[in-house]
């Protein structure tokens, strides 16, 4: 489970994300519209030469200009059907570089945060769960939390993981009950450690009392 600055740090990764994606989205756009209107200058420019005739004055001089019109429209057409698809290959390869960009950048994004999440959690080891999720039922369940009254319950050591489910870890189960008794309890509560194990008491805001029990003997009674 996330703490709420992991989840924000996760938040800001995607933020990047959407942002690279964005631009990237504006720079293929731009292309394509480029593309566009060079292939629509190319396409007015050949029209007009194609129709763009001079008077003849004499019927076979009319029939020769036309011929030479004819074969230079067609020249023409031809530089222009080239220029067209070397334009729309540009936009096509804008397209494309901005996706790449796009990619890159996602996991550049992705992989400093999880980076980031990997040193903060090697350093603090454990953390607290963020109270506006909602119970870790899971975790709960293997650190064995059972209710004997309303105000007292029982469970095993809160600081080790589980045996038969890796996803349980220590740190993931302190912060389970941790969590558990800021919510059902609104932070008024005392642990009693009797285990000879000791952990983080800050995750349950020291308000832990350890009384270590070497072996498995019955604790002192005075």
Do not use: C
Not at 1 to 18: H, P, Q, V
Not at 123 to 147: N, T
Not at 162 to 173: E, H, Q, Y
């Amino acid at each position: 489970m996330w703490s709420s600055s992991w989840t924000k740090g996760i938040t800001e990764a995607l933020e990047k994300t959407g942002e690279a994606i964005s631009q990237a989205e504006k720079k293929a756009s731009k292309g394509l519209t480029e593309a566009l209107e060079k292939t629509g200058d190319a396409i007015t420019q050949a029209a007009t030469k194609a129709t763009h005739r001079e008077p003849a004055t004499t019927a076979e001089g009319a029939e020769e200009e036309g011929e030479k019109h004819a074969s230079h429209s067609m020249v023409n057409l031809d530089i222009n059907k080239a220029k067209m698809l070397k334009n729309l290959q540009m936009g096509w390869s804008s397209v494309v570089e901005g996706t790449k960009q796009a990619v890159e950048a996602t996991k550049e994004a992705v992989e400093l945060e999880r980076s980031r999440l990997e040193q903060n959690f090697l350093r603090k080891g454990f953390y607290k769960r963020d109270p506006k999720l909602p119970l870790d039922v899971e975790a709960l369940r293997d650190a064995e939390v059972v209710y004997v009254t309303d105000r007292i319950l029982t469970m095993s050591h809160p600081a080790m993981a589980s045996s038969v489910n890796p996803s349980i870890t220590a740190g993931r189960k302190l912060a389970a009950v941790g969590h558990l008794l800021q919510r059902r309890h609104d932070g008024r509560f005392l642990v009693w450690n009797l285990s000879e194990v000791d952990y983080d008491i800050s995750v349950l805001d020291d308000q832990v009392l350890t009384f270590s029990f070497p072996g498995s003997p019955s604790p002192p009674l005075g």
